[in-house]
């Protein structure tokens, strides 16, 4: 990469829990090497007028699906990652049920090397938990931020099978000092009501995957915690009520656990997805009025540590084409999750820090992705410049995923991102895509 100087002149800079005003910020070598009051005259090789507008730290999604390899019909790593610039967001931590999976350091080699030629912003990966749990280790010197676990359907690498399985996983993964982020749904729940019901619909749906089962799974994760107090555990998207103060209370006793909402599960209830059919499905399911408003409540507790979009593309065939089990759920979100923010910002339904917490500050420290997710001198400049003013409609053909739909279609927003900075360079300029891929980098935990 080009190494330079530059000048972000004339805006706002959200620093430390508050508004500068009339800032500028100086970068050198992709870093941030001063945020000043008033510009004072120094020679750089590039100047940019922000035009007023307010920089955030750019945002880290640590629940994304890029897809690729065989899967790369559906979103590969520049339209992925090109959706995650033109939305704001500089840094992803990638899903491993990709295809081939993530089960081992041989299959997480082969998807770094595919990804990072193509990367528009830094990219961090996480594997299945291996079925050798010594490969745990392997994995953990390769770089990965840790390993999902999926408690309900059977996915490749470790089976459990029972609590005492559960809590191997919890060793292996503590000893590696990672976090085993966790999709607490129970297995089950799901195989008894789709055994009865070949066929179903909505309310089949809603049954098989319900916040009870929901529940029932983050409970059984966090009896196994108390045999293995040390490792660290994250929530994947909680839908639940009752997940969320299960969660709180364990919280509460001191285990090193976190958890992320969704921006589909805050702002969507079922009765969008009776609207929109089975287009509307995704893995929690859309919950009612009564439980959004829970996870509101919990964000305004300091109970959801991080707002994740569980970007999902699939093609609008497989979401809609078939009988309920074979359909694929889930949305993209990477180029929603901002623009509903800022509106949600605009309404007063969310403060600018709480925004800043929630989608930068938190995912940074709970994943230890190091001098990135706030602006100061020595960070990464990492950095989305926001129009908070702007209004604007959700139009998915104009995603950069491939993934050209959206739950969100048609929604009037207040506040778009503009300009994206991702190590320094800028990516998006006012709106515009304006760089080659291989600006986002490869990112390890622990490391600058
Ligand atoms: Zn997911």
New binding site residues.
Partial sequence: MKLRSLRLKNCKVFHRGSIVDDAEIFLENGRITDITKLGIQRPVDETFDLKGLLVIPGLIDV?V?LRGLNLAYKEDYDTGTMAAASGGVTTVLD?PNTNPPTVDSKSLKLRVEAAEPKLYVNTGFYSFVPEDLTEASKLADAGIFGFKLFMHRRMPGYKFETLDGLRDILKAVSKVDLPLLV?AEDREVLETVKSENPNGDLETFEKALSEESEEKAVKMVLKALKAVKEARVHF??VSSIGALKAIEMAKASGLPISCEVTPHHLLLTREVCIRLGFYGLVDPPLRSKESSAGLWSGIKRGVVDCIAT?H?PHTLEEKTVGTLWSLKT?FPGLETLLPLMLDCVNKGRLSLSELVRLTAHNPAKIFRIVDRGRIEVGYWADLTVVDLKKEAVIEPSSFKSKAKHSPFEGWRVRGVPQTVFVNGEPVVLEGELVCKPGVGRVLKPGVS
């Fill in positions: 629940h699906h899903m999709h994947c998207h569980d999902a889930g």
